[in-house]
């Protein structure tokens, strides 16, 4: 079936780094869209991507989608405690569903 | 307001037993789904439904049922075939007119004994 991998699946960051997790598909995507989901929590959406080289921003967050539309990222500046939680890539091929990444793990050392 | 309900949110139960779980929404969305998520693990697709009366199999269909016999709600049931039901359950929607964001509910965390 489709398959999109996201790397790396953890990540811990000295609260003020940065940080950044990437999807990869071997097929050209629809769109991709951004989810986060807290410790305990659900999936919230952050952002859906559609155009070839897309990039846009939500204040320390910003999100590129590749020119390919096989690969997109996801980068955070100067990370905060607020920041915690699982950040997932979900893929749209065209089929009326989403295919979710394993997700990456945030977490933050203060 | 507007959002998906999901009920109850942890639920036990003994093994070989059925259960079903509850999945409302109120967003007027034509479109719900049912993922399942284990530790470690992404959200993987169960069923879906675009219409009314209408669902389709997703990743991991086998030993899950579901019904959708009105536009606000989709319950899921985890059958006795189902080997490994222990596990975080999330109900979605969206709009099908045109693409965003998939909608969550908070979940049921269900547990077999």
């Known amino acids: 079936g489709q398959q999109v991998m996201q790397i790396p699946q953890y990540q811990h960051v000295q609260e003020g780094e940065d940080f950044t997790t990437y999807c990869n598909s071997s097929?050209?995507?629809?769109?991709i869209q951004w989810y986060k989901q807290r410790p305990g929590g659900h999936p919230v959406f952050l952002i859906q991507?559609?155009?070839?080289?897309e990039v846009k921003k939500q204040k320390r967050l910003t999100f590129q989608f590749g020119e390919a539309k096989k690969n997109s990222s996801l980068h955070i500046t100067a990370t905060q405690t607020t920041d915690v939680g699982t950040y997932f890539c979900?893929?749209?091929?065209?089929?009326?569903?989403?295919?979710f990444g394993t997700g990456t793990r945030l977490t933050i050392i203060p | 307001d507007g959002g998906i309900t999901q009920s109850p949110k942890y639920l036990f139960r003994k093994e070989g037993q059925n259960v079903t779980l509850s999945c409302e929404q109120n967003l007027n969305h034509d479109a719900m789904y049912w993922y399942r998520q284990d530790p470690g693990q992404g959200l993987r697709l169960i069923y879906y439904?675009?219409?009314?009366?209408?669902?389709q199999k997703g990743d991991i269909a086998e030993g899950y049922s579901v019904s959708r016999e009105k536009k606000e709600s989709f319950p899921l049931t985890v059958t006795s075939a189902q080997k490994n039901p222990t596990a975080f359950y999330l109900c979605?929607?969206?709009?099908?007119?045109?693409?965003?964001?998939?909608?969550f509910g908070s979940g049921t965390r269900l547990t077999v004994v």
């Open positions: 991507l559609v155009k070839s080289g």
């Open positions: 097929t050209t995507l629809s769109n």
């Open positions: 979900a893929a749209d091929f065209g089929n009326e569903k989403l295919t």
């Open positions: 439904s675009q219409i009314v009366n209408d669902f």
């Open positions: 979605a929607s969206s709009t099908t007119v045109e693409t965003g964001g998939y909608t």
